[in-house]
């Protein structure tokens, strides 16, 4: 990756930083070359985190970032792969997260609704996602979501 959060903050690019497009592109040692989610992730924690109003600030990108997604395989893949890493570090308190702010709490109806509509096309279209041959099925792998602390069933919203 050649980019970071800051310069993603200062370029208005932080769809792209959570997608991994571009400079933001995090190959994954382990994973075929594929984008490191918790890689880009790690890094928007680590800037967040000098921050002020760090939650607040993570909030307000989250929002900006899940409205420029569309119903395709690699945004509602992406999402997924985003909240999993949301709980996966709020789970053990690192960064600033904590156990009693949700990020799915600051949300409103219509953001959640958008949510379970890219999960519904996740599970639905789960074989366009690149490498998807050799991963677990899409439930399967929500369970490590729920076992990290996520209350709600994000396919339903």
């Known amino acids: 990756m050649k980019g970071d959060f800051e310069q993603a903050v200062n370029n208005n690019e932080i769809t792209a930083y959570l997608k991994g497009e ?12 594929y984008h490191s989610y918790i890689m880009n992730f790690m890094g928007m924690m680590f800037y967040l985190e000098k921050r002020v109003n ?35 570090f709020r789970k053990n308190n690192r960064y600033f997260l904590t156990q009693n702010k949700d990020l799915i709490d600051e949300l409103t109806a219509e953001e959640k609704k958008k949510i379970g509509v890219l999960y519904r096309y996740l599970r639905e279209n789960f074989d366009k996602v ?26 339903s919203f």
């Open 54 to 88: 760090p939650y607040q600030e993570l909030v307000k990108y989250f929002k900006l970032y899940l409205s420029s997604l569309k119903e395709d395989a690699l945004d509602a893949w992406s999402l997924f792969k985003n909240i999993g890493c949301f709980y996966y």
């Open 130 to 155: 690149p490498g998807a041959a050799d991963m677990r099925p899409i439930n399967d792998q929500m369970k490590f979501v729920y076992e990290d602390g996520c209350p709600y069933d994000l396919f």
């Open 22 to 33: 571009g400079d933001y592109f995090s190959p994954e040692e382990f994973n075929m070359g």
